[in-house]
């Protein structure tokens, strides 16, 4: 099993910094978000990017009761998926945390429902990971997350 680790978490002054520190700290690649993209930097401490993340989804996203910010966040999440192709990322993580937290019933079915829109090819394309528990799209009928906890997607390009 390899490890990698989230850039905001290792930090750094500038891209190539963030790979040298995870480098340095033993890590085999490094998640970046979707808005930093860092792909000139991991060549040079010849470090993979396994996932990209959305971080900012975390403050709304493809459930989201307003359906401007779904709609934005779908558009985000294509994006994200062709990036991550481009950068031979295997994985997209889409959060379901803080304001973007599955609260209740209907946060699940505007979700379940963005992943059908945003996943329509064969399950094996595009998977989704709840809790751990990988599972076929789509997102099956859970219990409302209490509000201490929280949720990912992970989409596979």
């Known amino acids: 099993m390899k490890a990698a680790v989230m850039d905001e978490v290792i930090g750094g002054r500038d891209d190539a910094d963030v790979f040298e520190r995870a480098r340095r700290a033993g890590f085999a690649g490094v998640e970046v978000d979707l808005k ?4 000139g930097a991991r060549a040079s401490a010849g470090l993979a990017i396994p996932s990209l993340v959305l971080g900012e989804h975390n403050r709304g996203g493809i459930a989201d009761a307003d359906p401007a910010v779904a709609r934005a966040a779908a558009h985000d999440v294509r994006d994200a998926i062709e ?3 481009e950068l031979g990322a295997d994985v ?3 959060p379901f945390f ?4 599955l609260r209740d019933e209907a946060a699940v079915d505007r979700c379940a429902a ?3 829109e945003l996943c329509p090819s064969p399950p094996s394309l595009c998977e989704n990971e709840c809790n751990g528990e990988a599972e076929s799209n789509p997102l099956p ?3 409302p997350v ?3 906890g929280g949720r990912s997607g992970q989409l596979r390009p």
Not at 98 to 101: Q, Y
């Open 36 to 39: 930093t993209a860092r792909a």
């Open 83 to 85: 990036r991550a192709a």
């Open 92 to 94: 997209v993580l889409v």
């Open 98 to 101: 803080l304001d973007a937290e």
């Open 114 to 116: 963005a992943f059908r």
């Open 141 to 143: 009928r859970r219990e």
């Open 146 to 148: 209490a509000a201490n």
